[in-house]
C-alpha cells in the first residue's frame, strides 16, 4: 500500500514547490521536503490523495496534504474509471430503458447502463450545450429567453451554468468514480485530491460534451428537444412513456419501456403537473429563497488570507457562512462562486430567476453567492404538493414586474437594503448580471421574513467575514431555485411508491442537492434498475 503521510506545509515552503497538475509525481524536490519532515527515507513516487488550505491563523497559513509514498508507479487510473462491473446480457433478456434529462443524474444513470449492457433512450427536453450555449448568450445579450434552453434547460442539467462544483457532504464510495469519470471525459486531474474541487463552466461543458459522444458510441440515443409529455400507467405498473417536440408540443413518439429514469431537474414544473395527473406520488418540500450577493474579488480574497491573499495558491478566496438570527430562521450562503458572475437562471416567460456561475480560472472582479432563507409551507399558505412551485411563480414573476421587463433583475445596494430606500447609484461593487439590472428597493420583491432574516443576518456574518456587510455590497433578486420545491416520493428499493418501474432521481426528484450528490444518485438508481431487471 505504501507509507502515508500528513504534513502542514508553510505557505512559502509550498510556493517553492513545482506546479502539480496530476495527484502523481516522482518529483525529487517534493519527496526529499517529506523525507526531512518524516524523518526517514521514503518510496520513490507519490500520490497525493487530499489538498486543503488551513487559514485559521493569517500570518501563517498552511498548505495541507495527505500524499502516499510507494516504490511502483501508481500510474494513471482514469482510463479504467467504470462505473459497474453489472452485464446485463449475461443474466436477462433485452429491456427498453428511458432515462428522461441529462444532468448530473441522467447521465450518470445512462452511463452506468450502457456500461451494464443496456442501451438507454436519453430524453432532453432542451438542445445540445453548445447550441444551448448560444442560447444563453442570447438572453445576456438581447434579453431574449427561449423557455427550452436556458441556465435551467438542456443538456448537462442546471448544474453546467454554474461554478462546477464537485464537493458534496454526501458520504459514498462512488464519489472518487464520479471524479475519474470527469477526469476521464477532460477535467482538470487536480480534481481527483482538492478538498473542494471545482472545473468551472467551461470545462463542465466539455466534460459533458465528451461523455454524451463516449455515450452514443457506445449504443446510446439520445434526443434532443424532446420533452416527456406523458406516461401510461396499468395496474400500478408503468407501461409506455410519449415525448412531444419541446417547440411545439406536436409529433408524439410513443415508447413502450420495462424502466424510466426520471432526472427532470428541479425546474420541469409542467412535468410534475403531469406526472401527478397519471398517479405519481409528489408531496411539498421545504426549500429556501432569497438573493444574490456581490463583493470584490479582492476583499474577500483580503478577509480569508490577510496579507498572503494575492498567492497564486490561495486566490480566489471562497467562502461558506451560516448565522441565526432573531426571525428564527437563518441565513445561509449557498453556491458561492468566487470570480464570477449572476446569470439569469429564467426557464419561464415573465419571471426573473437569478444564478450563480465562474469558469475554471475563477478570474471576474466579483464574488457572487446566494444569501438563502428556508420556506416551507407556513410561507405557501398551502400544504399542497405543488404550493412550493406557486411561490416561486409568484416570487419570480415580482421580480421581473421589479425589474420593467427584458428579464432585468431588480438590485441594490446593500447600504440602501438596510435603509429601505431604493439605489440611485451605485458604489465600488457594480452588479454583473446581464442582460442588466434595474435599481430597485427589494423589500418590494422579497417576503417579509426573508427580508428580516437578510436584514439582520447580513450585519452578523460580517462579524465572521469582515466586509460581508459592504454598504456597496450588491443583492440582486430573485433566486428561488436552489432545490426543488416537490418530492417524487419513491420507497427503500428507489421506485416510484404508487407506480412501479419509475425511478426518480437526483435533484428534481428531491433526493440529491448539487453535481456530486445528483451523479452519485443517478449512479444508485441505475444500479438498482438493473438489479430489479436483470437479477
Not at 66 to 71: H, I, L, T, V
Amino acid at each position: 500500500m505504501g507509507t502515508d503521510i500528513r504534513l502542514a506545509i508553510p505557505l512559502s515552503v509550498y510556493e517553492s514547490f513545482p506546479k502539480i497538475a496530476s495527484p502523481y509525481t516522482d518529483n525529487r524536490d517534493v519527496r526529499a521536503y517529506f523525507e526531512k519532515k518524516a524523518h526517514k527515507k521514503l518510496p520513490r513516487y507519490c500520490c497525493f490523495l487530499k489538498k486543503s488550505i488551513d487559514a485559521r491563523h493569517k500570518n501563517d497559513i498552511r498548505v495541507v496534504i495527505q500524499a502516499r509514498f510507494q516504490e511502483s508507479d501508481p500510474g494513471e487510473i482514469i482510463e479504467n474509471a467504470t462505473l459497474t462491473s453489472f452485464r446485463a446480457e449475461r443474466k436477462g433478456p433485452s429491456r427498453r430503458v428511458v432515462v428522461c434529462g441529462s444532468g448530473p443524474a441522467g447521465l450518470f444513470a445512462a452511463a452506468t447502463l450502457v456500461e451494464a449492457g443496456v442501451c438507454p433512450i436519453l430524453l432532453e427536453r432542451g438542445r445540445d450545450v453548445d447550441t444551448r450555449t448560444s442560447d444563453i448568450q442570447k438572453l445576456k445579450e438581447q434579453g431574449i429567453l427561449d423557455v427550452s434552453s436556458n441556465v435551467q434547460f438542456g443538456e448537462g442539467g442546471a448544474g453546467t451554468f454554474s461554478d462546477g462544483k464537485l464537493f458534496s457532504g454526501v458520504s459514498d464510495g462512488r464519489r472518487d468514480l464520479v471524479l475519474r469519470t470527469f477526469v476521464k471525459y477532460g477535467a482538470p486531474k487536480s480534481i481527483l485530491y482538492e478538498a473542494h474541487p471545482h472545473i468551472g463552466t467551461d470545462y463542465l461543458r466539455k466534460v459533458i460534451r465528451n461523455m454524451r459522444e463516449d455515450l452514443v458510441k457506445h449504443g446510446a440515443q439520445v434526443l434532443f428537444e424532446r420533452k416527456l409529455s406523458d406516461i401510461k400507467v396499468e395496474d400500478g405498473m408503468l407501461r409506455s412513456v410519449t415525448h412531444v417536440s419541446s417547440y411545439s408540443d406536436k409529433d408524439p413518439v410513443t415508447i413502450p419501456c420495462d424502466a424510466l429514469v426520471l432526472a427532470i431537474g428541479h425546474s420541469a414544473r409542467d412535468t410534475f403537473y403531469m406526472l401527478s395527473d397519471r398517479g405519481v406520488k409528489l408531496e411539498q418540500k421545504p426549500f429556501a429563497v432569497g438573493v444574490r450577493i456581490e463583493h470584490l474579488q479582492t476583499e474577500i480574497d483580503r478577509s480569508q488570507f490577510g496579507e498572503a491573499f494575492e498567492s497564486e495558491i490561495l486566490h480566489p478566496a471562497n467562502y461558506k457562512v451560516v448565522t441565526s438570527t432573531s426571525t428564527e430562521r437563518k441565513l445561509y450562503s449557498f453556491c458561492m462562486c468566487p470570480g464570477g458572475e449572476v446569470v439569469c437562471g429564467s426557464s419561464e416567460e415573465n419571471g426573473v430567476v437569478t444564478n450563480g456561475m465562474s469558469e475554471y480560472a475563477r478570474d471576474k472582479d466579483n464574488a457572487n453567492s446566494a444569501m438563502l432563507v428556508g420556506v416551507d409551507g407556513k410561507d405557501f399558505g398551502s400544504d399542497a404538493w405543488d404550493a412550493g412551485i406557486l411561490f416561486q411563480r409568484e416570487l419570480e414573476k415580482k421580480a421581473f414586474a421589479l425589474g420593467q421587463g427584458g428579464y432585468l433583475a431588480p438590485a441594490q445596494r446593500v447600504g440602501d437594503f438596510h435603509e429601505h430606500k431604493k439605489t440611485e447609484k451605485w458604489g465600488r461593487v457594480m452588479p454583473s448580471y446581464k442582460p442588466g439590472v434595474t435599481m430597485s428597493n427589494l423589500w418590494d420583491v422579497l417576503p417579509s421574513e426573508v427580508a428580516k432574516t437578510l436584514d439582520e443576518g447580513l450585519v452578523l456574518l460580517d462579524k465572521k467575514i469582515h466586509g460581508f456587510n459592504d454598504p456597496d455590497a450588491v443583492i440582486t433578486a430573485v433566486e428561488t431555485r436552489s432545490s426543488s420545491p416537490v418530492r417524487i416520493r419513491r420507497d427503500e428499493n428507489g421506485e416510484s411508491i404508487l407506480v412501479s418501474g419509475i425511478y426518480p432521481t437526483g435533484e428534481g426528484a428531491g433526493y440529491a442537492g448539487g453535481i456530486m450528490s445528483s451523479s452519485i444518485d443517478g449512479i444508485r438508481q441505475a444500479e438498482v434498475l438493473l438489479d430489479k431487471l436483470f437479477s
